[in-house]
């Protein structure tokens, strides 16, 4: 593909910490990057504030409401950016013809439109939405195909095994890869004691030990989730069968995963745990370019250690490869109830540990059909919300609020 001087990119999720750390990597680099839109749901006074930095040519807010609202904030700092708002806008900002580069860093299922509309339009796309994957695995990797678009990964994980695997790499067998190793750090709760993980908070469950997220995704470490979730990343990403993928704890967060091969070589990326490192290297692939990340002191950090998850304390885990190995729509109902449970719990509904109940149980009540496209997709992650707020109901009704572990099965 070839590539203008300047490249023009549309950051989805500006205002988000995936969001704020590309931008710091674009600002290192005004002459190789121009922002040409950016995109946020509702936190208008930061979204004016980096309108005002980057001047970007379009951006966008969900509602008509806010996009007033940003109109006044620019029109009164003479900023010309034209405001957009909702679906519609996203995808008209993430398919523009004078887009090179598409950073799709919206969280949740939100996302999948815009990175849906960026990869049909053949752009350059830094995927750090996971649950646009996660939820239409098979429709995205078809559009993906057909568009000839470049998807480069920004989870630290997926953009480690990226850098350990030879590129372009259609079959782990030809390159004669015999594992994937996906390293995670085991969350915030890797050493609790399990009796006392129903009463922790959403602050506590926010608290990472190695990396600042948004309080989704966090969440989603603490439960390990965000583990399962980038497994079937994983499995779509590099044509992978959950055979060929094991979780390896790493609670230093250094080494961000690792490739195994035939011949006994075990590839690993390591780096300090700042996203801006697997950005930057997508940003510029194949080149590379500074991203503001210092350089690992191993002497410093003098040890790694490594454990097996225990998937009885996570039991997302386990829900996350039955769901990429019943396929269809398992991953999108998976997906669908975990954001509902999650955001229950960061609203202080539910226990900690009924997340993953809340899950398996809309799991074990979905219909599972084949993704045949998007409206199927959609309807799936609707149906399943709906159970999911069914089953957040029947925990209500019994009484159960946060703080005590239902057991909905037996309700
Ligand atoms: N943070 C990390 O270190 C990290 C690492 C790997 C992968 N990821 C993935 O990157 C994605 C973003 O994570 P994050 O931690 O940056 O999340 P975040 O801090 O919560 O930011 C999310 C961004 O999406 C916007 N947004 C939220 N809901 C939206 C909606 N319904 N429609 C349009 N825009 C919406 C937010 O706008 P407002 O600010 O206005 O709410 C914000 O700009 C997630 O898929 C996550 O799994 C994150």
Redesign the pocket.
């Known amino acids: 593909m070839q590539f203008p001087a300047v490249q023009q990119v549309c950051v989805?999720?500006?205002?988000?910490?995936?969001?704020v750390s590309t931008l710091d990597v674009l600002a290192r680099h005004p002459e190789q990057y121009s922002v040409y839109a950016l995109?946020?749901?509702?936190?208008v006074a930061?979204?004016a504030q980096q309108c005002r930095r980057f001047t970007p040519r379009y951006a966008v807010v969900?509602d008509e409401g806010r996009a007033a609202e940003l109109r006044r904030e620019l029109s009164e700092s003479g900023v010309a950016t034209e405001v957009l708002c909702g679906v519609a806008g996203?995808c008209q900002v993430a398919s523009d013809a004078r887009v090179d580069v598409v950073m799709a860093?919206?969280?949740?299922a939100?996302?999948l439109r815009p990175t849906l509309a960026a990869v049909k339009a053949g752009k350059k796309v830094l995927l750090?939405?996971?649950?646009s994957l996660v939820m239409a695995g098979p429709l995205f990797m078809a559009a993906l195909t057909e568009s000839g678009a470049q998807l480069l990964p920004?989870?630290?994980e997926h953009n480690a095994i990226f850098q350990c695997l030879p590129y372009p790499c259609d079959s782990l067998e030809a390159a004669g890869v015999e594992k994937i190793l996906l390293t995670g750090s085991g969350g915030p709760f890797r050493n609790r004691e399990v009796e006392e993980l129903e009463n922790v908070t959403p602050d506590e469950a926010c608290a990472h030990p190695n990396?600042?997220?948004?309080?989704?995704?966090s969440v989603?470490s603490a439960t390990m989730m965000?583990k399962g979730l980038e497994f079937i990343e994983a499995c779509y990403l590099f044509h992978a069968s959950p055979q060929d993928i094991d979780i390896v704890v790493h609670p230093q967060s250094i080494i961000h995963s690792m490739v195994q091969y035939r011949d006994g070589s075990l590839l690993a990326q390591m780096g300090n745990p700042d996203?801006r490192t697997p950005i930057a290297h997508a940003l510029a692939f194949p080149e590379r370019i500074d991203s503001g990340v210092p350089a690992l002191d191993l002497i410093a950090q003098g040890r790694l250690d490594f454990e097996a998850p225990d998937e009885t304390r996570f039991p997302s885990l386990r829900l996350a490869r039955e769901a990429i190995i019943t396929g269809g729509s398992a991953p999108t109902v998976l997906n669908a109830a975990n954001e509902v449970a999650v955001a229950a719990f960061l609203d202080g509904q539910l226990a900690f540990t009924a997340i993953p109940l809340i899950i398996e149980d809309v799991m074990n009540s979905a219909e599972v059909v084949e993704l045949t496209g998007l409206d199927v997709v959609e309807l799936a992650d609707r149906e399943a919300r709906n159970l999911a707020e069914e089953a957040l109901q029947r925990l209500r009704k019994a009484g159960a609020g946060s703080g005590e572990t239902p057991e909905l099965r037996s309700m």
Do not use: F, H, P, Y
């Open positions: 989805l999720g500006s205002t988000g910490s995936i969001g995109t946020a749901r509702e936190r930061e979204l969900l996203l860093a919206i969280v949740g939100a996302g750090a939405n996971k649950e920004i989870d630290s990396w600042s997220m948004g309080r989704k995704i989603d965000n996203m």
